[in-house]
């Protein structure tokens, strides 16, 4: 559940980058997608494979 606090700002941050004013449904409809993306694509990094991309960035650089 989005809090209010989160989808008023929510609301002003789309505001100012698309230059809409949503409603609170439609906030909390595109606010809740964003959210479901975010958790269906981030995936936090190991240790492990943190220290695999460093050595393959010293390896080409």
Known sequence: MISEKALKEFKAIYKKEIGIDLSDKDALESA?????????????M????YEKVQKRREETN
């Open 46 to 49: 190991t240790r492990e494979e």
């Open 32 to 44: 809740t997608k964003l959210l479901n993306l975010m958790k269906a694509i981030y995936k936090p």
